[in-house]
């Protein structure tokens, strides 16, 4: 039996490296370290400034350690003292470890508070790591705030300072640091390459820095990393064999350094990843592996007291019995799991989730229905104590998403007024040259005034001299000027008159003139209109008129050549059929000359059928323009002439009046080309565009010359044209002596007659 | 005995048919109808083997009875006989399912050839008939296809590498009509793009110069 889980199952126990870490680092060491921060912060005279970097890892320490208040109060005191000293930087460094730990003990506008103030020493200080330090303080707290976003960009700057400043072991610490926070934010955000880059950014640091443990973990958490990966895009192995590869790496760092390795379980923890992508995701050969690392896992775990691991371990080789179907093998992993899980004093509740859920199937399949429920209840009641811890992420991390696409349209607007301000400056500065060209003309042109002032006055000073001498000159003239000028002034006043005079009649006489066009202008522009009204009401009464006479004539030719066709021609046929069956009865010499008249009722018929198509076009009304073309083209063919019809695009779209209308001017044109043209070839094509159909008629007859057409021959043209009136369109007429003729016509779509 | 009816409106075609069908010893003329009415009271009681059918009729077109009749009498075979020589209605009558398409002035000895081969279960067409389907198959058939003189300039310009902007200036007419022409032209060479239009028009022959 075969046991089939649609859910899927999750042994795997990266969660619950990070609780080891965090409930087994301090109670295994924290004691020691405390003692050695604690004499090494001692051995510092109150004046060394180191000091202060030994108060911040102490004071970190205590905290962890449930020594809050202690921790506060030696952070307190050093920060007095710190205050005291010119350079700000120990001062930024203190504010934010204070900062950092306020935000742990929940006092949020405390935090907040305290890291600003560190930012603003830290701006002030001229040591980069500091200013690195205070920054990645401050990301820190803004990571935690749920502004991942702001936290980013706080990183950002962090990284661009600790890059510059001089290489150590303490600015590697705070480099990693910076790495894992970014790691964590990109992992929320789904942003897989940026992850993937500053994991091994943590990586490359970890390895320069020779610490297993570190190592160790960033070759987990890159593991970890790819599985995940490959749960997404499962078709892309890649990601599987990268997810191996580094926990074979994690777990090579482990066996070589494992004297030097302070958590045991980790190797177990290592063993049930791989033991899990192997059963998971690799082929069957690897089941073999599979099972010896979760055989791994569960001694070290055990070893270890690792009960988490151990249950995981169990929960992975319950899966394999039933992928073989086992099930009661599986059924008894899962107990051993339950019972393992139940000796730890923290128990991963995805672990119990799982082996509940299995075990309620395996209950299930067996027919142990009770069983199964109980079962089922427990996984219920662990999936609604971890359901709302869930939505309180899933929450979370929508925040975060949030936040990121508010971060980049502020960027976006940022950037945009960024280049608006721009163009403002640039626009201002083109103002203030020309403001200034604009002045400098202005100076230039009072500086001529003035110049042309003083000479002004020179002259007039002149004239003044001169009208003086000419006075003195002049005084015993006087009289005689005066009489003199008295005669010129009579005169001058006459001429003036007469100017006005002749410029008031002048005028006049421009106006009268003006007035009398735009009359005559108006006029002849009435005149045209009247015509143009006329022309119109001609034209209407023509197209009405055509109307009613070409669908009379339609009608009648219907009429005509309906009694023809069926009438006259099966009156021919009957009778044909009797003669010739009359003829099989008589003498072969009488045989021979009725024969005669058989074939001549043949060729009544024939002719008959010719002119009633001619007539009347019947294939049009039951099959539409083309079929009638084509017809009527293979009708017209003959060995001397090939007639070719070409329907391009059309989708038909005619009305049948339309069809008939174009039926006739196809024909008229081709019988024309046929009486007059004696070509070889004739080509009919009609293609429907998007705003009209396009109809083409060519012959590679005589052609023959259009301007100067006689009368008699353009009248069957004028009949042509009338049709293209009557359905809105346009006839071009193409042909030379000697190169055929062509005739296309264009009509408009959409425009219902 | 084959049961043989005619339907058709004229008396002198159905009365002279029947005189001359009933010499034959192996057929047996159930009746002429005027009607297709006539026609259907006859089919109720009469069990008829072939139909001699007329298009124009005055009560209704026979083509569109050949379809209806066969659906309800599966066994019934129809000729029709008619003055009609166009490929369409011979086209229409053989997709509605009539088994043979007699002209009426072919000879009697078609149609009595014409009944003897729709019993074997093949179709029939007379000479002239068969004449017609064979014409409209060989225009059919021909490839070359016939290019209008406008649509040749246009082809020749672009086998020499002018694009449709080019084109539409030297022709002196506006993009938009070149544009169409290109798109007939592809569509006249049933290929999917102009060059490959281009290429076999010059292998035709239609123009004389290619720059590839």
Known sequence: MNINLKTSINWNTLT??????????????????????????????????????????????????????????????????????????????LNTVLAINQLI???????????????????????????????????????????????????????????????????????????????????????????????????????????????????MLLGYMYEQQYLENSNDIKYRDLAEEYYLKALDTYMEQQDSMPIPSNLAFVANNLSNIYFKFYPKEYEEKAKQYAELAKSKGLESKQYNLVASSYGIMSEMALKDGDTKKAKEHLLSSLIEINKGQVQDQQILLSIYQTLSHISEQEGQY????????????????????????????????????????????????????????????????????DLENMKLIQDNQSKELALSKLTSEKQDQELRMSRLEAKNKAQEISNYQKEISLKDKLNKYYIALIAAALSLLALLLYAYRQRSK????????????????????????????????????????????????????????????????????????????ITHLDMAVDELRRVAHNLTPDLLQKFGLEEALNDYASRMSNEQLEIDVQFLHYSKTLNLEQQLLVYRIIQELVNNAIKHADPSQIIIQMVEEDNQYHITVEDDGKGFDYKNLSRNKSAGLINIQSRVEFL???????????????FEISIPKSKQL | MI?????????????????????????????????????????????????????????????????????????????ILSVHNEYAVINSAFQEGAH???????????????????LTGKKFRCKQTQQIVDRKNNTELKSVPKLTRREKEILAEAALGLTTIQIADKLFISPHTVESHRKNLIEKFKTSNLSSAIKMAYDYGLIREITA
């Open chain 1, 105 to 219: 003990d929940e006092e949020e506008t405390n935090s907040r508070q305290t890291i600003l103030k560190a930012k603003a020493l830290a701006d002030r200080s001229k040591d980069i790591e500091i200013k690195g330090y205070v920054y990645y303080g401050y990301g820190w707290i803004l990571a935690r705030e749920q502004q991942e976003g702001e936290a980013v960009k706080q990183f950002m700057i962090s990284l661009s300072y600790l890059d510059q400043a001089k290489e150590s072991n303490t600015l590697n610490n705070r480099k990693a640091n910076v790495y894992k926070e970014l790691t964590s934010i990109y992992a929320n955000w789904n942003e897989f390459d940026l992850q993937e880059k500053y994991s091994k950014l943590a990586l490359s640091l970890a390895i320069k820095q020779k610490d297993p443990m570190t190592i160790f973990d960033s070759y």
């Open chain 1, 16 to 93: 619950v490296l990070f609780v080891l870490l965090f409930l087994c680092l301090p109670t295994l060491k924290a004691q020691d370290i405390l003692d050695k921060l604690q004499t090494e912060y001692n051995q510092f005279k109150p004046t060394d400034t180191d000091r202060f970097f030994a108060t911040g890892k102490l004071a970190q320490a205590m905290f962890f350690n449930q020594r809050e208040d202690e921790a506060f109060a030696l952070l307190r005191k050093e920060l007095i003292n710190a205050n005291k000293l010119s350079d700000p930087k120990y001062a930024a460094y």
């Open chain 1, 728 to 742: 809105k369109g346009n006839l071009q007429v193409q042909s030379d002596i000697g190169q055929g003729s062509s």
């Open chain 2, 3 to 79: 049961n043989i009816a005619i339907t058709d409106d004229h008396p002198l075609l159905s009365e002279g048919l029947k005189n001359i069908l009933a010499q034959e010893p192996d057929l047996n003329i159930i009746g002429c109808y005027p009607t297709a009415e006539a026609l259907s009271e006859a089919l109720k009681t009469t069990r008829i083997d072939v139909l001699l059918l007329d298009i124009n009729l005055t009560d209704a077109n026979g083509l569109e009875l050949i379809h209806p009749l066969l659906k309800k009498y599966p066994d019934l075979k129809i000729i």
């Open chain 1, 522 to 597: 108006h006029m002849a522009q009435r005149e045209n209109l009247h015509n143009l009204a006329i022309e119109q009401e001609r034209q209407h009464a023509k197209i009405s008129m055509l109307t009613a006479l070409l669908d009379g004539q339609e009608q009648e030719r219907a009429r005509i050549a309906r009694d023809l066709h069926d009438g006259l021609g099966g009156l021919l046929s009957g009778t044909k059929l009797q003669l010739s069956h009359l003829n099989d009865q008589s003498s072969i010499d009488f045989q021979s000359k009725m024969q005669k008249g």
């Open chain 2, 100 to 118: 043979g398409y007699i002209q009426k002035n072919a000879s009697i000895d078609e149609i009595l050839l014409g009944i003897q081969e729709i």
């Open chain 1, 370 to 437: 009770q069983e199964a429920i109980k079962y089922y209840k427990e996984y219920i009641n662990i999936f609604t104590s971890i359901y709302d811890q869930e939505k309180l992420n899933i929450s979370k991390r929508l925040e975060a998403q949030y936040e990121k696409g508010k971060q980049e349209q502020e960027l976006k607007t940022l950037q945009l007024e960024a280049e608006k301000k721009e163009q403002q400056i640039q626009l201002m500065a083109a103002l203030g040259i020309q403001q200034k060209q």
